[in-house]
């Protein structure tokens, strides 16, 4: 049962670590393009750094990085962890929108504009560090939900938003100078065609090395939870884990732990229902004292 635990709280850590590295290095280099009032290579610096689609996308994925960590807290505190659906969600979309940013720096903006000064100051911690961080975290260390099909197309909102914005404060206003290339060095209809077809691509590419992740992480939960409690009744292994959770909690909160039940109903044959494992579950738990102050 130890290392059931051990499993649970390393998740929780490496989460915590990576999360965290993720809020710092983006509000190091978006302080950075801040407090840079002049640069000779770019012209969007101080506060028209925030024009930038890189910087926005950097603040968004700190933004749901951040969003994690309580959560990451609770689950180091009371041996439970698990992140809920809609903040993986954002998670997703704010990922893909990072990771276009850091495709267009390594193979439209190096290219043309250098490497050296595409991945250099600020912009190593805004193109590099931050995108490459938020992609290991999102496909390799958070493995709390399988996202469906449909999810990819939620990664396509942030894109077409700031490529409206974009289109028409340089094409139609002209308020801003086309910094980015993108409607007067190619044929605007060309990058209008690409890049929502690009960002499909590349959240399609994302959600499969999340679920992938995500399945690997329960087959090796669930054979720990089996072998733990090999030859056990499942409400003796419901009894048993309420039991642990109940000792470890300090918080004094009732947490069900739904995935793990839903994972130990789907092990074998069960005549209870998953609403029977929850009462039960509950029932145990209520008989600890830290739940009957």
Known sequence: MKRIQGVNQWKCFLTLLFS???????????????????????DHMGIETFCMFTVNSNIFMGISMFLTLPYTFDGLRNGYFRLPDWLVR??????????????????????????????????FFLHGLCPILAIVTFCFVLKDLRLRFGATFLSLIPVFIYACVYYTLVAVLGRWDDFYGFLTRVPSW????????????????????????????????????LKAFAEQDMKQIIIHIAAMNSKRDKTGRIVIPYHVLRMLLNSGESEETFEEYCILYMKECLKHEIYQE
């Open 190 to 225: 060309i990058s209008m065609a690409a890049f929502l077809p690009l960002t499909f691509g590349i959240a399609t590419g994302l959600r499969v090395l999340h679920n992938r992740s995500c399945d690997r992480y329960g087959k090796k939960a669930r054979e720990y939870y």
């Open 90 to 123: 954002l998670q997703f979309v704010s990922a893909t929108a990072l990771t276009l940013t850091f495709l267009v720096s390594l193979f439209i903006l190096a290219p043309f504009k250098g490497f050296v000064l595409i991945f250099t100051g600020s912009r």
């Open 20 to 42: 965290a590295a993720v809020v710092i290095c983006t509000c190091v280099g978006v302080v950075m393009n801040l407090t840079t009032l002049q640069d000779e290579n770019f």
